[in-house]
């Protein structure tokens, strides 16, 4: 004698019953007809839609009887917070690549903001100049020294910008 467990996970037609039963309470609040077909994907989908390209013998029309105003208001009350949370589904990753724009846009103008003081300060002012016997000049350590470190400043608003446009790629 074989033993056989049962699973605990609902199998395709109970989940399919419960898809039309959600279908229909829904239906009987707002229309009496649930569109059922096949997608190109092998799915089975169930809707109140008309699929764009509609064929009569691919689409069945399953009618729903009106069912009583207790069972209408929980149903729609369990659609709006499946809805809900198929919408929260559907934000999280917009929200991300929202943040990741504005990560992008702050590295931009960091990165205007470091090429703007690089090129002032590589400007050499007067006190950046040492005088030699002769009348000549020559540039300080100090100012070779300050536009290396604004140089620096511009390589690191580079790599920041680059990083959030990789990371934004990657959310895509």
Known sequence: MAY??????????????????LLAMHAAHADTSV??????DGVT??????PEN?????????????LPIEQQRA????????????DAGIQQPHSKLSDADRQINVAIKN??????????????????????VGGGTRLRESYFLRVAKLQGAVDQAK?????????????R
């Open 4 to 21: 056989q467990s049962k699973s605990t996970r609902p199998s395709p037609v109970s989940a399919s019953a419960v898809v039309i039963l």
């Open 45 to 50: 989908v169930y809707t109140q839609t008309l």
């Open 111 to 132: 990165l205007q903001h470091a090429e703007s003081k690089l090129q002032s300060g590589s400007v050499p002012t007067g006190a950046d100049r040492i005088g030699k």
């Open 159 to 171: 790599l920041a910008l680059e990083q959030a446009y990789r990371k934004r790629n990657n959310l």
């Open 35 to 40: 569109y059922k077909y096949t997608g190109p």
């Open 54 to 66: 509609y064929s009569p013998g691919a689409v069945t029309t399953i009618t729903i009887q009106t």
């Open 75 to 86: 149903a729609i009350r369990m659609l709006d917070a499946m809805e809900k949370k198929a």
